[in-house]
């Protein structure tokens, strides 16, 4: 998941066209089945992760640091994904790199209830 991770970065990061198709291009190349499946489909806008919202996501952040925080961060930088990215704490790393299948599977196959936990724990 590292990796995807990385990808995502550069292509933010990266301005020219050509160069983000060889980003793609060297990840794909790569990266093994199933892993490349899910990267491919969370780029296209198919992945399909009902149970993970962006409420819930807020929720988790929400827990991690000060609310009056989070709520000033979000309205500075303007986007929720990003405001996570940026205030969760602790990121690191070290940690055990989670293959993307391997994720995507936890957050498919994981309850309702137990979704928080399992997400808190991958990141």
């Given at each position: 998941?590292k990796?995807f991770?990385r990808l ?11 160069a983000k ?5 060297h990840y ?5 089945d ?9 780029l296209?806008?198919t992945?399909?992760l ?7 996501l ?7 640091v000060?609310e009056?925080?989070f709520d000033?961060?979000y309205?500075?930088v ?9 205030i969760?704490p ?5 940690g ?5 299948a391997?994720?995507?599977?936890l ?7 137990a979704?928080p936990a399992?997400?808190?724990?991958m990141l």
């Open positions: 998941m990796a991770a995502l970065e550069r292509l933010a990061f990266t301005a020219g066209r050509n198709l060889t980003l793609l291009a794909f190349a790569a990266t093994p199933p892993d490349r499946g899910w990267a491919l489909a969370s296209t806008g992945l399909d009902r149970q993970v919202s962006p409420s819930l807020r929720r988790l952040a929400g827990e991690r000060d009056k925080l000033l961060s309205d500075f303007g986007d929720l994904a990003e405001t996570i990215a940026l969760w602790d990121v690191t790393e070290t055990p790199d989670v293959p993307l391997q994720a995507v599977q957050l498919r196959e994981t309850s309702k209830a979704l399992a997400i808190a724990g």
